[in-house]
C-alpha cells in the first residue's frame, strides 16, 4: 500500500518567514494529494490540494509543488502568521472508489512572534 | 454550507464494553470513511463505503465494524473496548467522480478507562 513520509516533525520560525514541509509518496499511482491543518482536538481541514497533471498551485500565502518522477510534493507557506501556528498533515490518494488518504505523520509548525 | 455531523462528540467506556458512533455525511456524498487518530499520531484509515457497500478495509480491529445504511449515514460499532482503542475517530464524506477532497466531521473522542 501507499506510504507517504514527511519531514519535518516540528518547525519554528519566526512570524513573517516562509515555512516549507516535504512529503514523499511511494505509490506511482497516486494522483491526488491534498494538505490539511489541523489544530489541537480539532478535525483536519483542507488548505489545499494538488491533482498529478499540475506541477505547482498557489492559494495566497500557500503553496504547493509537485515532482511526479521524483515522487515528492511541498508545501510553501510565505509571511507566516501565529495563526498558522498548528500540526500539518500532507496525505496521498488515488481517485475512485478506493480513494482513501494516506496521511504523513504530520508537521507541528510553530510560528513565534 | 452543510458539514459532516459526528455524534457523540465525546463518549467514555469502561473495558470491554461497546460503542456505536454515527456520522452523517454531506448530501450528495456517495463515499464515507473511518478514521481513527490517537494522541500526537496521524489519522489512521479504518474502513470506508461507497454507495453503502465496503469500498476499503484499513487497520480496523476485528473487534470493530461498520456499515452504512440506506439514507448514506455510518456507523462504526466497537466491542470489547481496550484502553488502546482511546482515540479521536473521525468520519470524513467525499465524492467519488473525480479527485475530491475529504472533508472531515468535527470527530468522536472516545476514552475508554
Known amino acids: 500500500g501507499e506510504n507517504v513520509e514527511q519531514h519535518p516533525s516540528t518547525l519554528s520560525v519566526q512570524e513573517g518567514d516562509s515555512a516549507v514541509i516535504k512529503c514523499t509518496y511511494s505509490?506511482?499511482?497516486?494522483?491526488?494529494f491534498p494538505w490539511y491543518k489541523q489544530e489541537l482536538g480539532k478535525r483536519p481541514q483542507l488548505i489545499i490540494d494538488?491533482?498529478?497533471?499540475?506541477g505547482e498551485k498557489k492559494d495566497q500565502r500557500i503553496a504547493v509543488t509537485l515532482n511526479k518522477t521524483a515522487k515528492h510534493f511541498s508545501l510553501h507557506i510565505t509571511e507566516t502568521q501565529p495563526e498558522d501556528s498548528a500540526v500539518y498533515f500532507c496525505a496521498a490518494s488515488t481517485t475512485g472508489t478506493a480513494s482513501k488518504l494516506t496521511f504523513g505523520t504530520g508537521t507541528r509548525l510553530q510560528v513565534t512572534l | 454550507a452543510a458539514g459532516v455531523i459526528q455524534s457523540p462528540r465525546h463518549l467514555i467506556k469502561e473495558k470491554r464494553e461497546t460503542a456505536t458512533l454515527k456520522c452523517y455525511p454531506i448530501p450528495r456524498h456517495d463515499t464515507v470513511y473511518w478514521y481513527q487518530q490517537g494522541p500526537g499520531q496521524d489519522p489512521q484509515f479504518l474502513i470506508s463505503?461507497?454507495?453503502?457497500?465496503?469500498?476499503d478495509k484499513g487497520s480496523i480491529p476485528d473487534r470493530f465494524s461498520a456499515q452504512q445504511f440506506s439514507d448514506y449515514h455510518s456507523e462504526l460499532n466497537m466491542s470489547s473496548l481496550e484502553l488502546g482503542d482511546s482515540a479521536l475517530y473521525f468520519c470524513?464524506?467525499?465524492?467519488?467522480?473525480?479527485?475530491?477532497?475529504?472533508?472531515f466531521g468535527n470527530g468522536t473522542r472516545l476514552t475508554v478507562t
Open positions: 505509490d506511482s499511482a497516486s494522483n491526488y
Open positions: 470524513a464524506s467525499s465524492l467519488t467522480q473525480g479527485p475530491s477532497p475529504l472533508h
Open positions: 463505503f461507497y454507495e453503502k457497500m465496503q469500498s
Open positions: 494538488i491533482r498529478s497533471n499540475v
